[in-house]
């Protein structure tokens, strides 16, 4: 299972971006699939994560501002980020837990940055 991620970059403080991550391989199906970030010289967190069948849960610290989606189709989920701040700067990674073996596989990261 590979999991690619996009959208990352350099943002000014209350701007928005969105990160997508594409999950391949041979796998059945997925549970979830969902957001972690590590800030530097921080524990990597969780973010966002969305179930198969719709639900989301997020991070208090992102509460109204990042929105979770996902397409099951296209074995993608995207992450809008609004009203970036300072303290969002972290690289994100993605995750997918796929079922039935409900193993979690993750991608590579990709670096946000919020900077004036």
């Known amino acids: 299972v590979q999991l690619q991620a996009s959208g990352g970059g350099l943002v000014q403080p209350g701007g928005s971006l969105r990160l997508s991550c594409v999950a391949s391989g041979n796998f059945f199906s997925w549970n979830r699939m969902g957001w972690y970030r590590q800030a530097p010289g921080k524990e990597r967190e969780l973010v966002a994560y969305?179930?198969?069948?719709?639900?989301?849960n997020y991070a208090d610290s992102v509460k109204g501002r990042f929105t979770i989606t996902r397409d099951n189709a296209k074995n993608t989920v995207n992450l809008q980020m609004n009203n970036l701040k300072v303290e969002d700067t972290a690289v994100y990674f993605c995750s997918v837990r796929i079922v039935p073996s409900f193993t979690d596989y993750w991608g590579q990261g990709t670096l946000v940055t919020v900077s004036s």
């Open positions: 969305i179930i198969n069948g719709g639900s989301a």
